[in-house]
Nanobody, 124 residues
Framework: VQLQASGGGLVQAGGSLRLSCAAS????????RAWHRQAPGKEREWVAA???????NYADSVKGRFTVFRDSAKSTVYLQMSNLQPEDTAVYYC???????????????????WGQGTLVTVSS
């Protein structure tokens, strides 16, 4: 499974940005797609996830501001980020796993597949 993240950039506080994560390869067995982020000097943290049935879950820090969704083919997953704040500045990584349970998609030590990161910078 290969994951390709895109869409990062520089945005002012209060602004919005949409990230994309395209999956390819043997994705039929993938049951959860997730987003994590890593701010400078901090550990990677889970942000959001969408499981194969469509259920979504969010970290408390982004709940109500971020929305994770996917295209009809389920190959591309998006992270719509609104009301961005400077503390959202981080490298965002998309992830995937065959196991749609925590900690397999929420703990970076357990996640099986990673895409490369895309940098989101929020200026104040």
């Amino acid at each position: 499974v290969q994951l390709q993240a895109s869409g990062g950039g520089l945005v002012q506080a209060g602004g919005s940005l949409r990230l994309s994560c395209a999956a390819s390869g043997r994705i039929n067995g993938i049951s959860v797609r997730a987003w994590h982020r890593q701010a400078p000097g901090k550990e990677r943290e889970w942000v959001a996830a969408i499981v194969s049935g469509g259920t979504t879950n969010y970290a408390d820090s982004v709940k109500g501001r971020f929305t994770v969704f996917r295209d009809s083919a389920k190959s591309t997953v998006y992270l719509q980020m609104s009301n961005l704040q400077p503390e959202d500045t981080a490298v965002y990584y998309c992830a995937a796993d065959h196991r749609a349970l925590r900690p397999f998609y929420s703990d970076y030590n357990w996640v099986t597949y990673w895409g490369q990161g895309t940098l989101v910078t929020v200026s104040s």
